[in-house]
């Protein structure tokens, strides 16, 4: 049983003050598997008392004593791979076939902001002007459960280019990959206060950060309802605010698309992170005259798809992350099939064989409306729906026609046609035949599924403040 008790406070690590208990579960086992002591809204009190004193003299670094900094905590973080791997799997319940990427991912980003950093232009002249990009000041980092590990890194790499302290909070659902990484990061020797990790509940902790004077930016990772109270109470005092939420993807099949290589990109595209990711395509758009072709192709992949112990190789969709989540999937495929929506694949309860861990079975609807429940809602769970279109003018109205704008698939053989779709698709990032990311692009949705951007040159321009210097 792990008894995680410690949180990152002034460079140092200590027992909270608060005393609350949060279990902490293995999802492939459900079982208990150790104890989180949180933190309250006295040790978040602490915590950004002790990133303001560090402001000032971060915030006047050079770039090259922060680049050495970020490469520090590049190696910290790559060189505990292998523990960040394990953490990931046994209380996240990704399968190990992901986690190597996940981990890895956590410590590229740092390589990700220094050459943000690099080729950002911190002054510049503009007519009589000369204008500087100072940071913001204090920011509070707030991750999800779904990807811990690497929003806190991302965003404190981010965040400390650009010359900003931090307070971090991580999901409290996510104790062990925070307790690697805040290892991590301390073994790096940043300096005291700079950044400091209060794993708490949101209600306390993330609410406290986003109340607080001291704290002049929040950046945050979630879903769109808590993003929308932290955009509320950001308004008090204008707190800059950077917002990742929640997605319902399209994928666009179009008539042309060759389904050899087009079906396995909407499959994984549906399943990746076990459904449990806010880019997921779980929207499939289908051209009517090729339906059925697609429908047993679709039907195949997915029945080929293992949803099983995330530990073994072959697995490719582990369980979800909790009951709640659990059972919230099994509700999404209750109201599908009482929707009128037709099982391809998959359904309620757990894959044959399982008798216990949050497992779902792999599903597949056809028949969706995009009016429907699982059409609009994100289920954020291995559940995909099939939404037939009769001409690209449909598919297109289609796919915008959500309150989200986060990501979105096409699958073509005529690129010239896949650059015409994709110009026209109200999203943050558009793929064309490919699930290849790019760190150095921005990443970030329109609409409900945020606001602002993550990641290289543009990710960093939200912890600065542009400052205007005339007469000079
Ligand atoms: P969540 O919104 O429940 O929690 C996210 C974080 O916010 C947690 O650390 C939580 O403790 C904290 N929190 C909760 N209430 C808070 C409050 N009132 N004030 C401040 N902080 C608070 O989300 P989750 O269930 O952990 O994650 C899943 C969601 O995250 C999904 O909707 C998914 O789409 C979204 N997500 C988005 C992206 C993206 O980049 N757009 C990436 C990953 C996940």
Redesign the pocket.
């Known amino acids: 049983m792990y008894d995680l008790n410690q949180i990152y406070i002034d460079g140092a690590f200590v027992t909270p003050h608060g005393d609350e208990r949060f279990d902490l579960f293995n999802p492939a086992t459900e079982a208990v598997i150790g104890t989180v002591q949180l933190a309250d809204a006295e040790d978040a009190r602490l915590a950004i008392a002790a990133a303001k004193r560090a402001l000032p003299a971060w915030s006047r670094t050079s770039l090259a004593e922060r680049a050495a900094l970020l490469r520090r905590m590049h190696d910290a973080i790559a060189a505990r791979e292998d523990a960040l791997c394990a953490a990931i799997t046994e209380e996240y319940g990704a399968p190990v076939s992901r986690t190597r990427w996940m981990a890895q991912y956590a410590a590229q980003v740092f390589l990700g902001a220094i050459d943000a950093m690099e080729h950002f232009e911190f002054e510049r002249d503009m007519g009589i002007a000369h204008v500087v990009m100072q940071p913001v000041g204090v920011v509070g980092l ?6 811990n590990a690497s ?1 806190i890194t991302g965003k404190l790499a981010s965040a400390l280019a650009a010359g900003c302290t931090a307070v971090i ?5 996510s104790a062990l990959q925070t307790r690697v990484v805040m290892e991590a990061l301390h073994e790096a020797g940043a300096p005291a206060g700079v950044f400091n990790i209060v794993t ?4 306390v ?3 406290a ?2 109340a607080s004077p001291d704290i002049r930016k ?1 950046s ?8 929308k ?2 955009l509320r ?1 950001a308004a008090d005092d204008v707190k800059r605010v950077t ?5 319902k993807s399209p994928t666009i099949i179009l008539d042309d698309a060759d389904f050899t290589t087009a079906v396995p990109m909407a499959i994984q595209a549906g399943f990746m992170n076990s459904g ?4 997921a395509g779980t929207r499939l758009l289908v051209p009517r005259s090729r339906l059925a072709e697609f429908e047993t192709l679709a039907t195949a992949a997915v029945n080929a798809c293992v949803s099983g112990d995330p530990s073994r190789a072959e697995t490719t969709i582990g369980p979800m992350v909790s009951q709640k ?1 659990w059972d919230r999937v099994q509700g999404y495929i209750r109201t599908g099939i009482a929707e009128g929506a037709r099982l391809l694949a998959g359904g309620e309860g757990r894959p044959e064989g399982n008798t216990r861990g949050w497992l779902v079975r792999p599903t597949l609807f056809t028949d969706v409306r995009n009016d429907m429940v699982i059409a609009r809602d ?1 289920i ?1 769970g291995p559940v995909m729906a099939i939404i037939a279109y009769d001409d690209e003018e449909e598919a297109i109205a289609i796919a915008n026609d959500t309150p989200y704008g ?1 990501s979105a698939y096409i699958a073509t053989t005529d690129l010239a046609r896949g650059a015409r779709v994709a110009a026209r698709i109200d999203s943050g990032r558009v793929m064309v035949n490919t699930l290849t990311h790019e760190p150095k692009a921005p ?3 329109f609409k409900q ?2 606001l602002g951007r ?1 990641n290289g040159v543009l990710g960093l321009e939200p912890y600065l403040e542009p400052k205007a210097i005339i007469g000079l």
């Open positions: 707030i991750t999800p459960w779904n990807s929003f909070k991580p999901s409290e659902m708490g509940r949101g209600d902790v993330g609410v950060m986003t929040i945050f990772t979630g879903s769109t309802a808590v993003g109270s932290i109470a917002l990742e939420l929640g997605g449990q990711a806010c880019i989540q994100e954020f986060l990443f970030g949705g599924s945020g993550e």
